[in-house]
């Protein structure tokens, strides 16, 4: 997904951009009558070399493995059940005991839950490319 943008404000590595429905851009962001909605200021991620003006190509954050959390969450707690299995196959750990797999199974999906937690992206959008703006 593909959102042209134009940069309101900077503060540190946040900017504020006015989303925009066409190729133009007004100067009052408050009052557009271009905007696409209610919510039409968003923050993303600044990058170096922008300013106030310009006019930005803003791309979807989000990537594979966050788009498919839940496929990947069952993935994780079915291949732990198989790696038990196969541990428990080659090493002998004495007694058999069932619910061992399913514990090994919750903690590997319990990782991998974590994992993407913690890899999420901050904002929804990244600034992709930088078009001439105002100086």
Not at 59 to 71: A, V, Y
């Amino acid at each position: 997904m593909q959102i042209r943008g134009k940069v309101v404000s900077i503060s540190g590595n946040v900017a504020e951009v006015c989303i925009i429905r066409e190729n133009a851009a007004c100067g009052s962001c408050s009052a557009c009558p271009k905007k696409m909605g209610v919510r039409d200021i968003i923050k993303v991620a600044a990058i170096k070399g922008i300013q106030i003006g310009q006019v930005v190509v803003l791309r979807d954050n989000i990537n594979w493995f966050l788009k498919n959390r839940i496929m990947l969450v069952l993935v994780a707690f079915v291949l732990g059940i198989i790696l038990t299995e196969t541990a428990t196959a080659i090493i002998s750990f004495g007694t058999y005991r069932g619910g061992i797999d399913l514990l090994v199974g919750g903690i590997l999906t319990l990782i991998v839950i974590v994992v993407s937690w913690v890899k999420k992206p901050r904002y929804l959008f990244r600034i992709e490319q930088i078009e001439g703006g105002e100086t």
